[in-house]
T-cell receptor, first 113, second 110 residues
Framework: DAEITQSPRHKITETGRQVTLACHQT?????MFWYRQDLGHGLRLIHY???????NKGEVSDGYSVSRSNTEDLPLTLESAASSQTSVYFC????????????FGQGTRLTVV | GEDVEQSLFLSVREGDSSVINCTYT??????LYWYKQEPGAGLQLLTY?????DMKQDQRLTVLLNKKDKHLSLRIADTQTGDSAIYFC??????????FGTGTRLTVIP
C-alpha cells in the first residue's frame, strides 16, 4: 500500500546543530507540506512544494529549509537548531488541485536541548 | 493568511451528541475539512465540505457551514469513548495550502 513515512519518530539534539527530518511518500503526489504542531497553535505551515525543484515558504519558515530533488521526498532541515524549534513535525502530501485529501505522516517529535 | 479558530476543549457524556465549532476568516476558502488526531498519531481526514454546500452528513457526522458568518461545525451523534481525540478544522484557500485551527480536544466521559 502507498504511504507517507517520516523518520526519525523521535530525536533529541543540541542547540546549534544541524538536523534533517525525512519525509517519503509513495503515492507520487505533487504536493508536499511540512507543519509543526505546538500546544495552542494547532498546525502551522513551515514549507511546501508543488513539484520537483519547487519550494515555498510557509507561515513559520525562519530557521528551516527544504529541497525537492524528486517526487517522493521532502526533507526538512533545521540549519542551527534552537530550543524554540522543539515541537512535533508533520509531513503531508496531496495529489493536486481542487479537493484533494492531504495524507499525513505519523509525526517526528524533536527536542532541542 | 487565513485565521482559523476553535475552542480548545469539549467534554461530553457517552451517547450524547458533540458539537465542535470553528470560525475562519478568508471568505474565498474553497474547501473546509475536519481532521481527527488520536494520541501519538498523525491526522486523519474525517470529512470535508465544499464552500457552496450548507450541510453534509456522513453516518454519525454532520457538517454545517454558514458561509456568511464563516462558521463551520462538526456534530458527532451518539458519541463514543473511541471518539475521544483532538479534532482540527482546516480551510483551503485558493492555493493548495491548508490552514489549521488550534484543535479541540474532545473528552468522552463513560
Amino acid at each position: 500500500d502507498a504511504e507517507i513515512t517520516q523518520s526519525p519518530r523521535h530525536k533529541i539534539t543540541e542547540t546549534g546543530r544541524q538536523v534533517t527530518l525525512a519525509c517519503h511518500q509513495t503515492w507520487n503526489h505533487n504536493n508536499m507540506f511540512w507543519y509543526r504542531q505546538d500546544l495552542g497553535h494547532g498546525l502551522r505551515l513551515i514549507h511546501y512544494s508543488y513539484g520537483v525543484h519547487d519550494t515555498n515558504k510557509g507561515e513559520v519558515s525562519d530557521g528551516y529549509s527544504v529541497s525537492r530533488s524528486n517526487t517522493e521526498d521532502l526533507p526538512l532541515t533545521l540549519e542551527s537548531a534552537a530550543s524554540s524549534q522543539t515541537s512535533v513535525y508533520f509531513c503531508a502530501s496531496s495529489p493536486g488541485q481542487g479537493h484533494t485529501e492531504a495524507f499525513f505522516g505519523q509525526g517526528t517529535r524533536l527536542t532541542v536541548v | 493568511g487565513e485565521d482559523v479558530e476553535q475552542s480548545l476543549f469539549l467534554s461530553v457524556r457517552e451517547g450524547d451528541s458533540s458539537v465542535i465549532n470553528c470560525t475562519y476568516t478568508d471568505s474565498s476558502s474553497t474547501y473546509l475539512y475536519w481532521y481527527k488526531q488520536e494520541p501519538g498519531a498523525g491526522l486523519q481526514l474525517l470529512t470535508y465540505i465544499f464552500s457552496n454546500m450548507d450541510m453534509k452528513q456522513d453516518q454519525r457526522l454532520t457538517v454545517l457551514l454558514n458561509k456568511k458568518d464563516k462558521h463551520l461545525s462538526l456534530r458527532i451523534a451518539d458519541t463514543q469513548t473511541g471518539d475521544s481525540a483532538i479534532y482540527f478544522c482546516a480551510a483551503r484557500t485558493g492555493a493548495n495550502n491548508l490552514f489549521f485551527g488550534t484543535g479541540t480536544r474532545l473528552t468522552v466521559i463513560p
